[in-house]
């Protein structure tokens, strides 16, 4: 039996538990501007067009409670634009997963989504942990490479639909792709967010220091791989024990099949499959090939048409009917999803808009004045963890740290190349956890898996990490890194 629903329409549970939780922290984010006092530090220009903090320049502007109540929901709105400018990175992305959702619809009613995860279920079958290991460090690699996080959105559909056919479930298909490419991004070793500028405000050389992010980078895979691994070999053995066993019985009866099924369902029209095959292979290699190019700016419109082209021109040639239908049907079943983002958005308008920002970063970079280089080290760390909360997206988190924090933490014997490992291990990790990030959020609502039961999917992992953090900076530190 397969259901007639989309594998990209957002699930309205997982969609009404994760606006409840995102509403309950813009309310404890206006709590926090009652105890809080606003203030200000001076900016100035960079050259990457940007303002960065001037360390020394702190100013206390007013005394905490000043900010209106009615904010809290207002924030929702000036999450578009705010300080005046229209929020570009936001409603790009938003467009993005709007027309990715058209695509991807197409691409499922067609039947050729299910054609070509077939075809490589029928490759793999007898090697699935073998794919585990393949897919994950693909992600990984498109994460720690090129920084590419939001632009994985549209595979998510096609590693959980893989997840399924291999008889596993959505947090799997989530896990090969999801939380490989966030893991990816924080154990970064050429990431343009986070390497990239913040070795630039810390006045390191470009991209170097990358033996000992290498290092990290393999440890981060053996433990995402293990962690991986043995999860599918807990749902080998017993696939009731996934904790969304019942709410993937629909997607689930769509794409779970049997070797020789696969094979009949691997059975299609060659030229969709060839066709999507290819514009595949173009995309891969133009998130590759970006940031040498200086077109990463761009990525989200190249995939997008890319998806554009694959849906329609394969589903022509499939000889599908009711293609345009189909595609606005599929914008309209991921548009109620879309709205998390200025949601999660607005807990860092709040805090922004209040002027509790300025503080909060004046507090971490107070902190760092201990005579232990060991300590103040977890403390840049620790306080990249909490901005993280805020401030997700890792560019403008650097701009705002680590102008500050280099400084401060060169008085005390930390390097400024060990400043910035900290801060890109603190940066990333947390994308996959917090849920302030709307990344996050639309990915889990294109599954069936709720916030709550992705918490307890990843906090064991995540606290691993953490721990490995740890003793990587106190090597960097022991090492004069």
Not at 137 to 144: A, D, I, Q, W, Y
Not at 472 to 481: E, P, R
């Amino acid at each position: 039996m397969q259901s007639n629903a989309s594998s990209f329409q957002i699930n309205k549970k997982s969609l009404i538990k994760a606006a409840i939780i995102v509403f309950a922290l813009i309310v404890f984010s206006y709590c926090l501007t009652l105890f809080v006092a606003p203030g200000s530090y001076e900016r100035v220009e960079d050259g990457y067009g940007k303002s960065a903090v001037v360390p020394g320049s702190y100013t206390q502007t007013a005394q905490p409670g000043q900010y209106p109540v009615y904010n809290i929901l207002f924030s929702i709105i000036k999450a578009f634009a705010p300080a005046g400018s229209p929020n570009i990175t936001m409603i790009s992305i938003m467009l993005f997963i709007l027309l990715i959702g058209g695509a991807f619809t197409l691409l499922d009613k067609s039947g050729i989504l299910r054609a070509v995860i077939a075809k490589i279920a029928a490759k793999m079958y007898h090697k699935k942990y073998l794919l585990i290991a393949v897919i994950s460090f693909v992600f990984m690699f498109l994460g720690s490479f090129f920084g590419i996080l939001e632009e994985i959105i549209p595979l998510v559909p096609l590693a959980v639909g893989l997840a399924f056919m291999l008889g596993w479930d959505s947090l799997m298909g989530l896990g090969i792709s999801l939380l490989s490419a966030g893991f990816g991004f924080a154990a970064a070793l050429y990431n343009p967010f986070s390497i990239g500028i913040a070795q630039s405000l810390a006045g390191v050389p470009l991209y170097s220091g990358t033996l000992l992010r290498l290092f990290f980078f393999i440890a981060v895979y053996a433990v995402l791989l293990v962690f991986l691994i043995c999860y599918a070999r807990k749902l080998d053995k017993n696939p009731m024990a996934s904790s969304v066993y019942d709410a993937d019985t629909a997607r689930r009866e769509k794409y779970r099949l049997f070797p020789e099924q696969i094979k009949q369902a691997a059975q299609f029209k060659k030229a969709p499959i060839l066709l999507t095959g290819i514009l595949m292979a173009l995309m891969f290699a133009y998130l590759v090939s970006a940031s040498f190019l200086g077109v990463a700016d761009y990525s989200m419109i190249v995939i997008a048409v890319i998806f554009i082209i694959a849906s329609t021109t394969g589903a022509a040639l499939a000889g599908y009917k009711g293609i345009m239908r189909t595609f606005f049907r599929g914008i309209a079943d991921i548009a109620p999803g879309i709205l998390l983002i200025p949601m999660a958005m607005a807990v860092s308008t709040i805090i922004s808009d209040s002027g509790i920002q300025d503080t909060l970063l004046y507090a971490a970079s107070s902190a760092v004045s201990g005579s232990s280089p060991f300590i103040n080290v977890l403390i840049i760390y620790a306080a990249v963890l909490v901005l993280e909360f805020f401030v997700s997206q890792a560019s403008a988190k650097a701009f705002l740290i680590m102008p500050l924090i280099v400084p401060l933490a060169a008085m005390t014997g930390v390097s400024g190349q060990t400043s910035v490992f900290a801060y890109a291990l603190g940066d990333g990790f947390l994308n996959v956890l917090y849920p302030t990030n709307p990344l996050l959020l639309i990915a889990l609502g294109l599954t069936t898996v709720s916030y709550p039961k992705w918490f307890k999917f990843t906090i064991g992992i995540q606290l691993v990490i953490m721990v490995l953090s740890v003793g990587f900076l106190m090597i960097a530190v022991a090492i004069g890194y």
